[in-house]
């Protein structure tokens, strides 16, 4: 590629992909050669937008060798993700495919092979890893001053927007899930999750759900699109201070509060921990748009060869998450194992 623009292609223009187009354009480096949708409304729209940027509503006319493509983003619907992604990585490209990666661990495999074999760059886009505030807190977490993360529990929740095609979990977990991966650097070993569908029938739109990890660590994440409050809260406690990010909040959204629960000295059976209430702080974090930073890494990775911070193998991690909990809730909340 050289110090050339890296030329990128683009498909689908709809609920997310204006979004992710926005921020791919504004890259200095890149290049959007050309877009693909399948819907001529949505095209439209596109040309009205970037009249700069080709358009075509057919995969193979983007693919085309002539157009000289380096990599291409897909922001499709998710049941399109691993036929999309296939044909891109067969193509020889790099590919960004928007969360989640599948629907299926089985296919999320496949394409994880297939990038491996044609030594080229999957990148999912679990959006929230590139949150400034997270990459603070995974920083704050590796200096020890949290100490040993005992458990991390999420709140993702809403009055809507209710979906016929995938439950609340599949909907609105996978932020958390990749969330929890990224923080904690191991995958869990088990699932287990408990919900119900009282708006559509065979469609949870509350679920319970607990992931235990080797480690003994546990996370619990909490999704609901039938709740009185809007909340978006992680709470990370830790066995010297506890931390809490509220990703509602415009600008202080990690609070740190200096408590917990230890030994007395020489403490025989039966005495009492003591608890300890120190101080709140709300650390400053510079923060700008998380899709601007993904977009950006992307472009990096293809550029340099090195493995993105939302990998492919990420991406299958969180979809053998998904896959568990279903499986749980069919079984009434019996865990599920995971495979490694």
Same mark, same amino acid.
């Given at each position: 590629? $050289?110090? @050339?623009?890296? %030329?990128?292609?683009?498909? $689908?223009?709809?609920?997310?992909?204006?979004?992710?187009? @926005?921020?791919? #354009?504004?890259?200095?480096?890149? #290049?959007?050669?050309?877009?693909? /949708? *399948?819907?001529?409304?949505?095209?439209?729209?596109?040309? *009205? =937008?970037?009249? +700069?940027?080709?358009?075509?509503?057919?995969?193979?006319?983007?693919?085309?060798? *002539?157009?000289?493509?380096?990599?291409?983003?897909?922001?499709?619907?998710?049941?399109?993700? &691993?036929?999309?992604?296939?044909?891109?990585?067969?193509?020889?490209? +790099?590919?960004?495919?928007?969360?989640?990666?599948?629907?299926?661990?089985?296919? &999320?495999? %496949?394409?994880?092979?297939?990038?491996?074999?044609? /030594?080229?760059?999957?990148?999912?886009?679990?959006?929230?890893?590139? +949150? $400034?505030?997270?990459?603070?807190?995974?920083?704050?977490?590796?200096?020890?001053?949290?100490?040993?993360?005992?458990?991390?529990?999420?709140?993702?929740?809403?009055? $809507?927007?209710?979906?016929?095609?995938?439950?609340?979990?599949?909907?609105?977990?996978?932020?958390? !899930?990749? !969330?929890?991966?990224?923080?904690?650097?191991?995958?869990?070993?088990?699932?287990?999750?408990?919900?119900?569908?009282?708006?559509?029938?065979?469609?949870?739109?509350?679920?319970?759900?607990?992931?235990?990890?080797?480690?003994?660590?546990?996370?619990?994440?909490?999704?609901?699109?039938?709740?009185?409050?809007?909340?978006?809260?992680? =709470?990370?406690?830790?066995?010297?201070?506890?931390?809490?990010?509220?990703?509602?909040?415009?600008?202080?959204?990690?609070?740190?509060?200096?408590?917990?629960?230890?030994?007395?000295?020489?403490?025989?059976?039966?005495?009492?921990?003591?608890?300890?209430?120190?101080? !709140?702080?709300?650390?400053?974090?510079?923060?700008?748009?998380?899709?601007?930073?993904?977009?950006?890494?992307?472009?990096?990775?293809? @550029?340099?060869?090195?493995?993105?911070?939302?990998?492919?193998?990420?991406?299958?991690?969180?979809?053998?998450?998904?896959?568990?909990?279903? &499986?749980?809730?069919? *079984?009434?909340?019996?865990? !599920?194992?995971?495979?490694?």
């Amino acid at each position: 590629m $050289g110090s @050339r623009p890296l %030329r990128v292609g683009f498909v $689908g223009f709809g609920y997310w992909g204006p979004n992710v187009l @926005r921020n791919l #354009d504004r890259l200095s480096d890149v #290049d959007v050669v050309a877009a693909c /949708d *399948a819907s001529a409304d949505n095209l439209t729209r596109l040309r *009205a =937008t970037y009249p +700069h940027i080709e358009t075509t509503d057919e995969l193979d006319a983007l693919l085309d060798p *002539a157009r000289e493509l380096d990599a291409v983003v897909i922001a499709t619907s998710a049941p399109t993700h &691993a036929s999309l992604a296939t044909r891109v990585l067969e193509a020889g490209l +790099h590919c960004f495919v928007e969360k989640p990666l599948t629907l299926s661990s089985a296919d &999320a495999e %496949r394409l994880v092979a297939l990038a491996e074999e044609k /030594d080229r760059v999957l990148m999912v886009g679990h959006l929230m890893v590139y +949150h $400034g505030a997270i990459e603070w807190i995974r920083d704050y977490i590796a200096s020890g001053e949290l100490g040993e993360v005992r458990y991390v529990y999420f709140q993702r929740l809403n009055l $809507g927007k209710v979906r016929a095609d995938e439950n609340s979990f599949w909907s609105l977990a996978p932020h958390d !899930i990749s !969330i929890a991966l990224h923080l904690l650097d191991e995958a869990p070993v088990s699932v287990s999750a408990n919900g119900a569908d009282y708006l559509r029938d065979g469609v949870h739109d509350v679920v319970f759900a607990n992931l235990m990890f080797e480690s003994g660590k546990m996370v619990n994440v909490h999704v609901s699109w039938l709740d009185p409050h809007k909340v978006r809260r992680m =709470t990370v406690v830790g066995s010297k201070k506890m931390l809490v990010f509220d990703d509602m909040e415009a600008t202080d959204k990690i609070w740190i509060y200096d408590k917990g629960v230890e030994p007395t000295e020489a403490m025989a059976y039966g005495e009492d921990l003591t608890l300890r209430f120190g101080d !709140i702080t709300v650390p400053y974090v510079a923060l700008s748009e998380p899709l601007a930073a993904e977009m950006g890494h992307f472009a990096e990775c293809c @550029r340099t060869g090195a493995t993105p911070r939302s990998s492919g193998v990420d991406g299958l991690q969180v979809v053998r998450v998904l896959e568990g909990v279903d &499986a749980s809730l069919e *079984a009434h909340g019996a865990p !599920i194992a995971l495979d490694a």
